[in-house]
């Protein structure tokens, strides 16, 4: 089992950055999980935006965020990073980290995940 706890959300202006923490407890073997972002805006589905595989090597990303925002890790701090950039008010959500070790990537395969932090985009 591993236990998640996110950080880094609050308020931003359209354009501007965050950078979301996820920290892993709970386990000494976070590497053996692969790790993903997910978010959900008020009165719309959860969205599975970012995975990156157990040692970092590799990444991928939804359509929605791909070039704006970066996925990453620290195995050494059991720590799950993700980079938002030229954010848009459309980015306003909870966002969620969430892990696995059913694989890796862009599936339904994630079982535990974190208690979400608020990201919100607004002048």
């Known amino acids: 089992q591993v236990q998640l706890e996110e950080s880094g959300g609050g308020l931003v202006q359209p354009g501007g950055s965050l950078r979301l923490s996820c920290a892993a407890s709970?386990?000494?073997?976070?590497?053996?999980?692969?790790m993903g972002w997910f978010r959900q805006a008020l009165g719309k589905e959860r969205e599975l935006l970012a995975a990156?595989?157990?040692?970092?090597?590799?990444?991928d990303y939804a359509d929605s965020v791909k070039g704006r925002f970066t996925i990453s890790r620290d195995n050494a701090k059991n720590t799950l990073y993700l980079q938002m950039n030229n954010l848009k008010p459309e980015d306003t959500a909870v966002y969620y980290c969430?892990?696995?070790?059913?694989?890796?990537?862009?599936?339904?395969?994630?079982?535990?995940w974190g208690q979400g932090t608020q990201v919100t985009v607004s002048s």
């Open positions: 709970g386990t000494r073997i976070f590497r053996e999980f692969a």
């Open positions: 969430a892990a696995t070790q059913r694989g890796w990537g862009m599936h339904d395969i994630y079982d535990y």
């Open positions: 990156i595989s157990w040692s970092g090597g590799s990444t």
